[in-house]
Structures are given as C-alpha cells and as structure tokens.
C-alpha cells in the first residue's frame, strides 16, 4: 500500500509541474506575440533618433507613451491624429526663442530654423547691405538669441552743387564722408561741422574751394600835364608831347566757390612799360585889342533889325569862354574857345528855341547856341571874346528879333 500511494503521489507531482510548464509556455509565446506585433516607430528628436516599439494607435499617443511634449510653435512630420504604420519615421523639432530689435523696437519670433537666413525667410525679413545688423544670415540659431538692427536711412548731400543721396545709420557727418570715399581739401567749407552727429533730418552742404594765380596784362593810362606857355593866344592850346600808355601785370589770386570767383587779390605787379605824360601848352598871351575896339566891332554889326521878325525887349548881359572851369563848349556843341569871335547867345529854350538866327540890338546877327542856369525868361547872355569886353557890355535892355 506505501508503495502504491508513493506511486500515486509521484504521479500527481509530475503532472503539477507539467500544468505549471504548459502555462509558463502559453505566457512567453503570448509574450512573444504581444511584442511581435508593436509597430516599430523611429522617432528624430531635434536630430537624434530614438526607436519605439509600440501599440499606440495615433502620433500624440507614441510622444505621450515617449515623454516628448509637443509645444504650440514646434514642428512636427505628421499630424498628431495621423495613424501610426510599423517602419514610420517621425521627424520633430523644438521651437526656439528669437528677439529681433529693429531700430530699438523688439520683437519675439518662435522658430525651428537652423540658421538666421531661415528665419528671415520664414518671417519674410530683408535687410539692405546698409542696415547695420548684429549677426550674419549664415548663423545657427540658438536659443534665446537677440538680433539687433539698425535701419539706413537717407541723408542729403550737396557736393559742390552736385546733389548725393546716401545710406547711413547714424554716426558723425566724418564718419558719412569716409564711409562713402568723399574727401575734403583744407580750404572746402562743410556744414554741419564733421564732429556734429547725423540723423534723419540732416542736410549736409560741401562748398568746394579751389584758389589760382593769374597774371593779366593791363593798360596804364598816361596823364596830361598843362603848361602855361606866353607866346599862345589865350585861349588857344597846343600837344607838346604826345601821351603814350603804359603796360602792366598783374598777378591776381582768384578764389573759386563751387566754380563761382568770389574773390580777387593782387598779390603783386610789374610795369612793364612806363607810360608817357601827354603836355599840352596853353596859351596865356592876351590880343592886343581894346574894350573900346571891341565895342566897336560890335556896334558896327547891322545896327538896324530884318523886317517881318519877331521883336522881343529883353535883358542882356555878356559871357566868356575864357573863364577858369569854363570848357568852352556850348549847349549845342559849339567851342566857342575854338572860334572866340563867334556870334552865339544863351537863351531860355522856352522862349527862344535853341538853334535860331537871331539880330541882338548893339550886337548884331547871332545863333541862339548854349543855354544857362541864370538865363531865364527874357533874358539873354551874349559871347565875347575877352573879359574886358564883357565888363564893357555891363547889363543892357535891348530889342531882339528872332528870324528863324
């Protein structure tokens, strides 16, 4: 009977363990096809790639099952519902901070962009090449990264009257001219000063000083020297020595604004030729002729008027050319020094119009041929030759007729 129920206990044991083994091995074959069928995803997390075997049934539960959490402005290969397929590549991106500040005014950007030229691209940013930016467009971004820019703008140039527009973004006016190559000369003149600062307002105005020497041949005038000479007629003159001008250079300093002279300076001169004083000889000899022969030549003019003429009752008095000052000439260009017997009268134009023949009581025939400040109204001045003969005619009323 012990042998029997050894047997029998034996047998209970074997088939235990057999259940045991059967279930063990209906575990790991269930196992084995539990893992079996996972879909195998190959996630590219910000370049580095990490392989997922899951039962996930969309994108976001494969990230949730992975711990990566999706931001708002991250980039992603796939939409978060898509369907997960075994062999599914997965690409993903953190977004990162970028501050732009242009011309002191920021502003955040959220990018994936691997470099600045991307992000300009992606934000549809252009700068010109004379904005003043902080970084190259070939540079990574980084988190957190500040980009500073600082917008041209134009200023105006009058170079020498020729009008520039130039880019800049701030400095001094020395710092604008250098920066697109325009030289100045000791002697140019520039407003605003060089050490002023440019801003959009800022006008600046070049005057262009150029200076040169220049040589100029002048005349020189020659001047007449008067001597008085006793064996001429008063009243007559005579050129003893003929004038000749004279020659000379100068040399000038001539300053130029902008092409305009401004200004001349003689800075020296040579004569090169003298010039020659003309001399005249004037005659100081007095005729021999008397007031009393004088008078008489006068009054042995016709004594008696032309008939059909105008008569006229007016004050005369006498004139001479031979004064000192006096030039001899009349009003209507007779030179009475030239003919000093010759019959002429001042008159008023008004009344005796200047050119007519006229009969002068005591005086005889004569041309109403110069005028004068005191000769108004009825009056009349006649021309004799000397002094003596006008003290002798004194201040008469005589008749006048005037015949043409």
Sequence with gaps: MKIIHKLMLASKTKMIIST????????????????ATKAEVVIVDNGEEQVVHTHKNTVEEVFAEAGITIGAHDAISHQLDAPIENGMNIDYQTAVEVTITIDGNPKS??????????LYNEQDLSFSE???VSHQQSETIEEGLEIVVKKAYDVAIDDGGESLTVATTGGTVEELLKSNDIELKDADKIKPALDKPVDENTEISIVRVTTKNEEVEERVAYSTEER???SLLKGKEKVVTEGQEGTV??????TKENGKEVSRELVEEDVTKESVNQ???IGTKEPVQTASSDLSQLSNEKSSPPANSKTLSMSASAFTATCNGCSGVTATGINLKAN???????VDPNV????????VEGYGEAIAGDTGGAIKGNRIDVHVPNKSAAYSWGVRTVQVKVIN
């Design 20 to 35: 045991i083994g059967v279930l063990a091995l209906v575990l790991f074959s269930g196992y084995v096809i539990f893992e």
């Design 109 to 118: 950007f959220y990018t994936t962009a691997d470099t600045i030229q991307e």
């Design 130 to 132: 004379h904005d003043d």
């Design 228 to 230: 008085q000479d006793s």
């Design 249 to 254: 250079v100068k040399k000038y300093k001539i």
């Design 279 to 281: 001399v005249v000889a």
């Design 340 to 346: 000093p017997n010759m019959k002429v009268i001042a």
């Design 352 to 359: 005796i119009p200047l050119g007519s023949k006229v009969w």
